[in-house]
């Protein structure tokens, strides 16, 4: 089944400490996008990528890192400068292959919390 | 920064009833999407409405599109148990780089009671 899997499903965090969200996609689709969600709120964009060795922050980048070094794969990375990690991250995707006017696929989300 | 706005917060109605919720944006669109979300998982995406449409139908779903008020409304009609989750919309932005990214809504929680 093609799709988008996201691990762990729950991740915790020591002080000081980066930890690194996987989100990988067999949908061979170009773009993929990270969000962060807190409780009851909408999602807010983290950083995205249009392609290979290539990604944009999004709005509220401070705090995170990413990689595009395959298309299949966009792995988050919480570093210590994130004073504010405890949330459910989402990675989606989206094809191109008709411009704009495409869907994005979830995954199912790693919730962090700080220990 | 969260450009689309939905109202109500949250809704409850019994089963059988029809819900109604709205999405308010700021700048120009290519399209509209509706997501649901169950919860503690990810979104799925409901429906897609170009700027250029003004009404979508998808099984009980109805969408509706007033670009001139910036505006869009999800209808789901004859609801179930099973709809109780939160509904957010998103629109496209085009950024510098010529990529795509989305603003999503701050969502409605619908609770469908039995």
């Known amino acids: 089944d093609g799709g988008i899997t996201q691990s762990p499903k729950y991740l915790f965090r020591k002080e000081g400490q980066n930890v690194t969200l996987s989100c990988e996609q067999n949908l061979n689709h170009d773009a993929m996008y990270w969000y962060r969600q807190d409780p009851g709120q909408g999602l807010r964009l983290i950083y995205y990528s249009q392609i290979v060795n290539d990604f944009q922050k999004g709005d509220i980048a401070e705090g995170y890192s990413v990689s595009r070094e395959k298309k299949e794969s966009f792995p988050l990375t919480v570093t210590s400068a994130q004073k504010n990690p405890t949330a459910f991250y989402l990675c989606?995707?989206?094809?191109?292959?008709?411009?704009?006017?495409?869907?994005?696929?979830f995954g199912d989300g790693t919730r962090l919390s700080i220990l | 920064s969260q450009q689309g706005e939905e109202d109500p917060q949250a809704l409850s109605i019994q089963e059988g009833e029809n819900a109604t919720m709205n999405c308010s944006y700021k700048t120009s669109i290519n399209n509209l999407q509706w997501y649901r979300q169950n919860s503690g998982r990810g979104l799925v995406h409901l429906i897609l409405i170009r700027s250029n449409e003004r009404e979508k139908h998808s099984g009980r779903l109805r969408v509706t599109l007033d670009t001139s008020k910036k505006s869009s409304s999800l209808l789901i009609t004859a609801s179930r148990a099973a709809d109780t989750a939160s509904y957010f919309c998103a629109t496209d932005a085009r950024a510098t780089s010529g990529t795509y990214k989305y603003i999503f809504g701050t969502g409605t929680r619908l609770k469908v009671l039995a």
């Open positions: 989606a995707s989206r094809s191109d292959n008709e411009g704009y006017h495409q869907p994005q696929h």
